[in-house]
Structure formats: structure tokens, C-alpha cells
């Protein structure tokens, strides 16, 4: 069962314009979530995180909401920039135990100049 | 830069071979992850270390799969009989108490 879906493979943006990635999960445990950006043969990078306490967290270009009633975060990029494309995805935790981390199967957003 | 180092980036063996893979974690992170990702799909969670004690395994986990974390500092993962389904990106990641998972690069497996 996929306790994390990103239910859009990819994404095409304008540069300069906003981005928006989705991510939906089934688990009423998760309470820390996470969004990580991959690029080709690098591991994947922190990018922000939210605790299910808050509802947004903005960090320069990025910001993620958590809609905890309808088990939904999404993250924006505003403006969206060339070096932003790449594979994002979101994480999600129980704070609780191990703390292991349950990707999403990612969404690959591409900037268009 | 002393992020997390894995080594061999690629691999590339004939089924039925054992392969180790090793992972050099931040050295304050005293919480070492390894995690297993193939095309199209994010990382999977596999098995987790808080100094040497390994303390969670995933079912995905089988038993041709063994990991090591001796002395609390390197990990390995050792797979025998590899199989053609045993293909992946391997991901080492460490953290120190509830900080974020820094990635290395990653070992990609490629059994024939």
C-alpha cells in the first residue's frame, strides 16, 4: 500500500511563473513531513520540512501547507528557477519509533525558460 | 565537505553473486538509514542503526540481505545470491537525534 502518493509524474513550469507539487497521504500517524529534491546520480537533498502543529512553512522561494484534515501538503516555488528542475519528493514521518521515512514516488518538475 | 560517503557508486554483477556496498555516515550522525530506490518509484526504508545497534528491518528486507554497523561508525550491506529484482539505487542516509536524513550519492546495483 503507498501511504505516500504524488499522483503527478511530472510537471512543466515557466521560469519565473509558480510551481506547485502535491502530495497526498493515507496514514493518520505521519505528523512530520518532508520535501526532498533529487537530481540525476545525486542522492536526494532536504529541501523543507513541516511539523503537523503548523499549517505552512516558508523558506525563501519555498513554502509547504499541510491540510492535516484532508491529508494533503503541497509545496510552491515562487518564482521557479531553471536550477529547480529536477525529481521532488515528499516524505513523511511518524515522530515516534525509528523516525523512518516514507516517500512519495515522486513528481519531476522542468523549468522552461 | 564530510557529507555521507558510499562506495561503489555503480556495481555491476552477474546473478547468484554476493555484493557488499559500504557507507561512511556523517561521523557525529549517530543514526544511519539505508534505503533502496528503483526507476520511477522514491526510496524504500530498509533498515536502520542507532550506533551499532541495528534496531528496524523492513520486509523488503530478506534474509540474502545483511547489514553492519560495527563500532558505530561505517555501515556495510551485503547481498548474496543476488537476483535480477535486486537492481536498485541503494541509498545511505544519517542523522544525528531528529534532524533531517542527509543522502549520499548512492550505489547503483546492476545484476545480470
Known amino acids: 500500500d503507498q501511504q505516500v502518493k504524488q499522483n503527478s509524474p511530472s510537471l512543466s513550469v515557466q521560469e519565473g511563473r509558480i510551481s506547485i507539487l502535491n502530495c497526498d497521504y493515507t496514514?493518520?500517524?505521519?505528523?512530520?513531513f518532508l520535501w526532498y529534491k533529487k537530481y540525476p546520480a545525486e542522492g536526494p537533498t532536504f529541501l523543507i520540512s513541516?511539523?503537523?502543529?503548523?499549517d505552512k512553512n516558508e523558506d525563501g522561494r519555498f513554502t509547504v501547507f499541510l491540510n492535516k484534515s484532508a491529508k494533503h501538503l503541497s509545496l510552491h516555488i515562487v518564482p521557479s528557477q531553471p536550477g529547480d528542475s529536477a525529481v521532488y519528493f515528499c516524505a513523511a514521518s511518524e515522530i515516534q519509533g525509528a523516525q523512518k521515512l516514507v516517500f512519495g514516488q515522486g513528481t519531476r518538475l522542468t523549468i522552461n525558460p | 565537505d564530510t557529507g555521507v560517503s558510499q562506495d561503489p557508486r555503480h556495481k555491476i554483477t552477474k546473478r547468484g553473486q554476493n555484493v557488499t556496498f559500504r557507507c561512511d555516515p556523517i561521523?557525529?550522525?549517530?543514526?544511519l538509514y539505508w534505503y533502496r530506490q528503483t526507476l520511477g518509484q522514491g526510496p524504500e526504508f530498509l533498515t536502520y542503526?542507532?550506533?551499532?545497534?541495528?534496531?528496524?528491518k523492513s520486509r523488503l528486507l530478506s534474509d540474502r540481505f545483511s547489514a553492519e554497523r560495527p563500532k558505530g561508525s561505517f555501515s556495510t550491506l551485503e547481498i548474496q545470491r543476488t537476483e535480477q529484482g535486486d537492481s536498485a539505487m541503494y541509498l545511505c542516509?544519517?542523522?544525528?537525534?531528529?534532524?533531517?536524513?542527509?543522502f549520499g550519492s548512492g550505489t547503483q546495483l546492476s545484476v545480470l
Open positions: 496514514n493518520s500517524m505521519f505528523d512530520y
Open positions: 561521523s557525529e550522525h549517530n543514526r
Open positions: 542503526f542507532q550506533n551499532e545497534a541495528q534496531l528496524e
Open positions: 513541516i511539523s503537523s502543529i503548523k
Open positions: 542516509a544519517s542523522r544525528l537525534q531528529v534532524e533531517k536524513l542527509f
